[in-house]
């Protein structure tokens, strides 16, 4: 049978009609990454010519940058930051034309590379009490802060879409490791972990933001976790300590990006 030549022209608008047809890409606005060193990506390596921010090219901001192709992109988060460094070195990078806005910030305010090496060399009860005065600050302190940086964001960027993505727990307690940290101190750093997302959660939904809480994608994952652990122990450099790995940074936060953003 002859088919007419007008045949595939029409079957193909019937296809781009019932969403069969290959669409175009979808444009993607400009993208401002904010935020510390577990949005810069410490501990995945790579860095560049970054210096002390420590921006790596597995960081979940430039694994999704790269998968995405925005209209621009700006890598602004930097290892240590804390809010004010947010609102004094990195939120003017946010203006009116931004589409997607992703920031983790608030345990550096809390204090909670403080925690770590105060569990690391004293008693179980040294490291319980200076767990409680972080969690203290991250109930009393945190939230005005947490408040500053969002509320520029929005002022900022009235119609962009932000994502605030949090911490995971540090540890699997009850886990596969036989030495390190005791299992009170496992117990007090995670619970910090907890309630540095109950507060953090808090803050982003008063804004209206959304928050991707990485206890959840990081379950099984943790340090003395059985599976592929997705997060550095003690190592070295030593500042690398307590991070996501490339692993982490991919699996982990790029994936939990993805969920939310497509």
Not at 198 to 206: D, E, L, P, Y
Not at 207 to 215: A, I
Not at 234 to 253: A, D, F, I, K, R
Request: hydrophobic share 40%; proline share 4%.
């Amino acid at each position: 049978m002859r088919v007419p030549k007008t045949l595939p022209i029409v079957v193909l608008a019937v296809l781009a009609l019932v969403g069969l047809a290959t669409p175009a890409s979808a444009a993607v606005g400009k993208y401002v990454a904010l935020g510390d060193s577990y949005s810069s990506g410490l501990g995945a390596g790579s860095y560049g010519s970054s210096g002390s921010c420590k921006r790596s090219a597995n960081a979940y901001p430039q694994l999704w940058a790269n998968s995405h192709a925005p209209s621009a992109f700006t890598f602004a988060a930097c290892s240590g930051a804390v809010t004010q460094d947010v609102l004094n070195g990195q939120v003017g990078s946010v203006t009116s034309d931004t589409a997607l806005v992703t920031i983790s910030i608030g345990g550096n305010d809390a204090g909670f590379a403080n925690v770590m090496t105060e569990c690391n060399l004293s008693s179980d009860s040294a490291c319980v009490s200076r767990n409680q005065t972080a969690q203290n600050f991250a109930r009393t302190t945190l939230p005005g802060r947490l408040d500053s940086v969002y509320r520029a964001i929005r002022d900022r960027a009235p119609s962009a879409r932000v994502v605030v993505l949090g911490y995971p727990r540090i540890y699997k307690t009850s886990g596969s490791c036989v030495v390190g940290l005791s299992e009170t101190k496992r117990a007090a750093i995670n619970q910090s972990a907890d309630v540095l997302a109950t507060v953090t959660s808090g803050r982003a939904a008063a804004f209206g933001f959304t928050f991707v809480d990485t206890r959840t994608t990081f379950t099984n994952h943790e340090i003395c976790a059985s599976g592929t652990r997705w997060l550095n122990s003690v190592t070295w450099p030593v500042e690398e300590s307590y991070h996501p790995n490339t692993t982490g940074q991919n699996s982990g936060y790029y994936a939990a990006l993805r969920a939310v953003t497509g």
